[in-house]
């Protein structure tokens, strides 16, 4: 699942925070799509702006470190904080429709993510907007960074971004974010190899500009997974925000760094092709790198079908990611144990049947042993007690729930080592047939 998942992302917004180590690390992000930007274009007045003047410099070190030379230079420019609000609000109307924002703030809600009064397209704006720095747009090629951003004689940010773009000349980072990945999750795992591979970059640039040896060290990675925590204060409107929001935007950078270090680390230079030629297939293969060299697939196991269904509203993949913030949001560490677990999840959400028609959740989950799926339908159960203000259950086995809760009847249900559930059911028959399945 992702925020705006049918969102085709060209471009990258940086919200930079002042870290260790000497580098400024973006920490959150949205792409959207629209040529707002061709309005914005670099002017004879920033060809003189000090924030720019050390752009061939930095390039020509980044394709030291990467081995991959500039083909062309990048156009440059600079953007007001009110032309930002409205280039985030132009591209969002412009790229998404109402609907389609509506559903994915809906499945957000369905699954407990966020509360039922979050305005997805609100919150983002406010996110992005609030310590905006940078950005590389890989629609128009151009670097963009804000006007009252604070970056003067800091080149961080702007290695940062230059990587972005070096990159994109060698590996078109619109398509290898739009066209490539087939599901949500896989999408979360490139929008991390383009932000890791960045992220890893500019530390690397600070030390080669340093004389050091330009690989980061593991304190300095580690600052990249533990700053977003420590930096939250900075950032009411981030700090703020419900958990899986927080952790979408941090989770490219933070892990997506370690995962770019863990190839660099096996193959070398060869790295920065690698992973965007042969890129991992979901967020498991992030947070475990020994799996994309195994190259380990996730598993889409089968949706559970209702005898009629109505409209779809959206469907998508529950990836490890998912998973782990679901499971931290309401049981804490647990995530951390049994999120691993996960072969793959699937969801889709439906209108039920007739006049009055109410949203339905179908849901499947894989996992890797009848340990671990047992192990998540007791942890599913207090999820489902937890992101209800109503929960009660009508039915317990040992392989079977059923019950009602704020949004209708539910019936939640194991086979094998999959947990398939359907949440918001109003059709009595319908709640009975599910649970009149053989085996339960």
């Known amino acids: 699942m992702r925020i705006f998942k049918r969102n085709r992302p060209p471009c990258t917004l940086e919200l930079a925070v002042r870290l ?45 470190i990467t081995g991959l030379t500039e083909k062309h ?43 039922q009064n979050f305005d997805l397209k609100k919150s983002t704006i406010d996110l992005l907007t609030e310590q905006a720095a940078a950005f590389y747009d890989y629609d128009e090629k151009k670097l963009f960074l804000l006007e009252d951003a604070n970056v003067g004689g800091e080149t961080t940010t702007l290695a940062h971004e230059l990587s972005h773009a070096l990159a994109d000349q060698y590996f078109n980072l619109e398509n290898f974010m739009e066209e490539t990945p087939s599901n949500d999750d896989e999408n979360l795992a490139h929008t991390a190899v383009v932000e890791g591979e960045a992220s890893w970059l500019m530390i690397a640039y600070e030390l080669k500009h340093a004389g050091q040896n330009p690989v980061p060290t593991a304190e300095m990675l580690k600052s990249v997974t533990d700053s977003g925590e420590t930096s939250m204060a900075d950032y009411p409107v981030l700090k703020n925000s419900p958990l899986y929001i927080q952790q979408s935007l941090l989770f490219p950078y933070s892990q997506g760094t370690l995962f770019f270090d863990a190839v660099y680390h096996k193959i070398g230079k060869a790295a920065f092709a690698e992973v965007f030629t042969h890129p991992p297939a979901n967020s498991t293969q992030i947070l475990h790198p020994d799996k994309y060299f195994s190259h380990e697939k996730p598993a889409e196991p089968e949706l559970p079908k209702l005898t009629q269904e109505g409209k779809e509203v959206t469907d998508g993949s529950m990836g490890e990611f998912d998973h782990m913030i679901l499971l931290q949001q309401y049981l804490g560490a647990k995530a ?105």
């Not at 609000?89 to 499945?107: Q, W």
């Not at 109410?358 to 339908?377: G, H, Q």
């Not at 059923?402 to 059911?425: I, M």
Request: hydrophobic share 40%; with cysteine; aromatic share 10%.
């Open 20 to 64: 260790p180590f000497m580098f400024r690390r973006p920490l959150v992000f949205l792409a959207l799509l629209v040529p707002f930007v061709s309005s914005i274009s670099a002017d004879s007045k920033t060809s003189d702006d000090p924030a720019f003047t050390e752009i061939d410099s930095i390039v020509k070190t980044l394709s030291d």
């Open 336 to 440: 951390n144990e049994l999120a691993p677990h996960l072969r793959g999840g699937q969801f889709r959400i439906v209108m039920s049947h007739g006049r009055d028609a109410k949203p339905v959740l179908l849901y499947s989950a894989e996992w890797d042993s009848a340990r671990s799926v047992m192990d998540y339908f007791a942890s599913y159960r207090k999820i489902l007690q937890a992101k209800w203000q109503h929960c009660e259950f009508s039915v317990e086995k040992p392989n079977l729930l059923a019950g009602t809760g704020d949004n209708g009847s539910f019936v939640v249900w194991l086979s094998g080592n999959v947990l398939r559930s359907v949440e918001g059911l109003h059709d009595d028959a319908e709640w009975q047939r599910l649970q009149s399945m053989p085996g339960l």
């Open 73 to 115: 230079a990048v156009p440059y420019g600079r953007m007001s904080k009110r032309q930002l609000r409205q280039f985030l609000n132009r591209r969002i109307k412009k790229t998404l429709k109402p609907d389609e924002i509506r559903a994915d703030e809906l499945s957000l809600k369905m699954f407990g993510l966020v509360p």
